[in-house]
């Protein structure tokens, strides 16, 4: 986020840990929301009713391990992730494990080309080390976990420091007898001082020799479209403002993801983050035409993000950046609902 799975796998082959993924045709898209580790048993029971089977829980101002030194891991993080996890089995519910932030990032959101983490190796250790230690802690909870999401929209001035991380962190947990789907994301490129987006990098993403990955993009484009007025920088914008081209852009980001999908068929998509500002009165007809090409294509989705912010708040209205009450009759959390309808209940 900032602010500021191609052919289709069975339910055994996306993300029951195995040591074999079968590659026959699937069926199952997962579909649900982004969340963080405060989220009570309450909210869990309305994520069930509205019929969610997968959130991607993060950490970004809850955080897993301490930005600053000596980078001590959060034990009371840690438990709030136990809970996330038993309740996720409760009401059959799948879970991504998203750290989302880590020492050396700036933001606790996205990550910057710049950051001081892409150019010392005593930080990218420590990210190694706590993927040991997530690892170790979770590897024997079963298909409730859905997969491991590596680092959260890596940024970076060279993707050979990206794929290196990425080879490292997949090695030691499978080392650690960690069957665990691994959910790895393409790398945004800073070229000569210019924006090279995620997306666009997917043609060059490096995946480790290993036979149960998720490659998972996020959906954000246009951000002027998307961001209006979480940034500052981002004015009121119609989604079919022709000056702004939205639909044609996210078509074009569409197919990049068709693209990728096509040259790795046995490598699930799951778009991890996507979403659009409440103020935009049109959101919904841009939200559709990301959903629907998730369904098209067979890729699983989480929607930023349920009781995280009030600028995606999918509860309260749109057409306004007005904190309300929450109403289960909105008209964003009325389009999703539709398509929650379509997902099969999880048993654990």
Not at 11 to 35: C, H
Not at 129 to 143: A, C
Not at 180 to 202: D, F, M, Q, Y
Not at 261 to 288: C, M, T, W
Request: aromatic share 12%; hydrophobic share 35%; glycine share 4%.
């Amino acid at each position: 986020m900032l602010y500021i799975v191609l052919a289709f796998y069975s339910l055994n082959a996306i993300a029951q840990p195995s040591k074999k993924v079968a590659s026959s045709p699937v069926k199952n898209i997962y579909r649900g929301f982004e969340i963080t580790a405060d989220l009570t048993e309450k909210d869990f029971v309305d994520l069930k009713n509205y019929g969610v089977n997968l959130v991607r829980v993060m950490f970004a101002d809850n955080k897993l391990i301490s930005k600053t030194p000596p980078y001590e891991h959060n034990e009371t993080e840690f438990k709030k992730l136990d809970n996330i996890i038993m309740l996720c089995r409760k009401y059959g519910i799948r879970v991504v494990i998203d750290p989302h932030t880590f020492p050396g990032l700036k933001n606790d959101y996205t990550t910057s080309y710049d950051d001081e983490f892409w150019t010392r190796k005593d930080l990218q250790d420590k990210l190694v080390e706590m993927w040991k230690k997530i690892s170790d802690r979770y590897k024997t909870n079963g298909e409730v976990i859905f997969g491991y999401d590596l680092l959260n929209e890596p940024y970076v001035p060279d993707a050979e420091i990206w794929y290196d991380l990425v080879a490292r962190i997949t090695k030691v947990i499978r080392d650690n007898g960690d069957h665990h789907t691994i959910i790895i994301e393409p790398n945004a490129l800073n070229v000569e001082g210019k924006w090279i987006s995620r997306n666009k990098n997917l043609a060059q993403l490096k995946l480790p020799d290993d036979n149960n990955i998720i490659v998972s993009p996020h959906f954000y484009e246009p951000h002027e479209y998307t961001h209006q007025l979480v940034s500052p920088s981002y004015k009121r914008v119609s989604y079919n403002d022709p000056k702004l081209n939205a639909k044609s852009i996210v078509q074009k980001e569409i197919a990049l993801i068709r693209e990728f999908q096509l040259a790795h068929p046995k490598v699930p998509v799951y778009i991890g983050e996507f979403s659009v500002s409440r103020i935009a009165g049109d959101s919904n007809e841009y939200l559709k035409d990301v959903i629907d090409a998730c369904e098209k294509y067979g890729w699983h989705w989480t929607y930023h993000a349920f009781r995280e912010s009030f600028f995606w708040d999918p509860e309260m209205p749109i057409g306004t950046l007005e904190i309300l009450p929450r109403n289960n009759n909105e008209k964003r959390i009325t389009v999703l609902k539709k398509y929650f309808l379509k997902n099969k209940q999880v048993k654990f």
